[in-house]
């Protein structure tokens, strides 16, 4: 199986953590050179000492808040202008739990903003680097209420599924050149975004935290919560040559939670 990433050039969003950080180290072992993208100057640094310690290579870390579209395209299109990348992913934090029926339209608005229109902007810089090439890869980590909406997280569920609907249109689009298009739906994922949700359940219900977290994994059918470098490792595979006839999907790692087909 060809999974040789030598040559390559990955940009990574929200590098400084979790799933983004996973991701970057496991295309580094891959051989891709990383940049990552994220807010946390200290913690994006923190990155690129383990991609360096991994793999030395020509690794850089961006600092940008996709609140703010403008500065990121300047940031980022600056960048991608004179290091091309071949391999974008599309990820950062999800929005604010909460009923939908409580939110308000600058929440949607804010989140829509920082997930699909960003991604949109992400996507058209890096194709340059892409088609000069010919090889492109993009993978949008979104969440597996894609399939089943989550309870509790209106905004989010109302917008991942905008953002699978553009990747699928995308893949479509770019097929003909050979790039891919996929999506990697993660399930309960040990990170910060996982933690903040256990707390929140655990101010509502006045449950410990070990009794949330308990709660929450019994309905994986593997029984655990995963670990970021089972998600990133799913996302390096889709990034590979040895993936390069599958497009278009929405693949959930979610140890069997989700049960539709």
Same mark, same amino acid.
């Given at each position: 199986?060809?999974?040789?990433?030598?040559?390559?050039?990955?940009?990574?969003?929200?590098?400084?953590? #979790?799933? #983004?950080?996973?991701?970057?180290?496991?295309?580094?072992?891959?051989?891709?050179?990383?940049?990552?993208?994220?807010?946390?100057?200290?913690?994006?640094?923190?990155?690129?000492?383990?991609?360096?310690?991994?793999?030395?290579?020509?690794?850089?870390?961006?600092?940008?808040?996709?609140?703010?579209?403008?500065?990121?395209?300047?940031?980022?299109?600056?960048?991608?202008?004179?290091?091309?990348?071949?391999?974008?992913?599309?990820?950062?934090?999800?929005?604010?739990? #909460?009923?939908?029926?409580?939110?308000?339209?600058?929440?949607?608005?804010?989140?829509?903003?920082?997930?699909?229109?960003?991604?949109?902007?992400?996507?058209?810089?890096?194709?340059?680097?892409?088609?000069?090439?010919?090889?492109?890869?993009?993978?949008?980590?979104?969440?597996?209420?894609?399939?089943?909406?989550?309870?509790?997280? #209106?905004?989010?569920?109302?917008?991942?599924?905008?953002?699978?609907?553009?990747?699928?249109?995308?893949?479509?689009?770019?097929?003909?050149?050979?790039?891919?298009?996929?999506?990697?739906?993660?399930?309960?994922?040990?990170?910060?975004?996982?933690?903040?949700?256990?707390?929140?359940?655990?101010?509502?219900?006045?449950?410990?935290?070990?009794?949330?977290?308990?709660?929450?994994?019994?309905?994986?059918?593997?029984?655990?919560?995963?670990?970021?470098?089972?998600?990133?490792?799913?996302?390096?595979?889709?990034?590979?040559?040895?993936?390069?006839?599958?497009?278009?999907?929405?693949?959930?790692?979610?140890?069997?939670?989700?049960?539709?087909?």
């Amino acid at each position: 199986m060809n999974l040789n990433l030598d040559g390559r050039h990955a940009l990574i969003g929200g590098g400084s953590q #979790g799933i #983004g950080r996973a991701t970057a180290l496991e295309l580094a072992c891959l051989g891709a050179d990383v940049t990552v993208i994220g807010r946390d100057e200290d913690r994006l640094q923190a990155t690129l000492v383990e991609l360096t310690s991994i793999r030395p290579g020509n690794h850089h870390a961006l600092v940008a808040d996709y609140a703010d579209r403008a500065a990121l395209e300047r940031v980022a299109g600056g960048w991608l202008a004179r290091h091309p990348a071949q391999i974008l992913v599309n990820n950062t934090g999800g929005p604010a739990p #909460g009923p939908i029926i409580d939110a308000d339209e600058a929440a949607f608005l804010d989140t829509f903003g920082q997930h699909l229109l960003c991604n949109q902007l992400l996507t058209r810089l890096v194709l340059p680097g892409m088609r000069a090439v010919g090889y492109g890869r993009v993978v949008n980590v979104i969440s597996t209420s894609v399939r089943e909406p989550i309870r509790g997280l #209106g905004v989010s569920n109302t917008v991942r599924g905008a953002v699978a609907s553009w990747a699928k249109t995308l893949a479509t689009e770019l097929a003909p050149e050979g790039f891919t298009v996929n999506n990697v739906l993660p399930g309960f994922t040990r990170t910060a975004r996982l933690d903040g949700l256990i707390a929140g359940k655990v101010k509502s219900s006045g449950a410990s935290t070990d009794e949330v977290a308990s709660g929450m994994a019994s309905v994986v059918p593997m029984g655990r919560f995963a670990s970021a470098g089972e998600i990133a490792a799913a996302i390096a595979f889709l990034a590979s040559p040895a993936a390069s006839y599958i497009t278009g999907i929405s693949l959930a790692v979610d140890g069997g939670r989700t049960l539709c087909i």
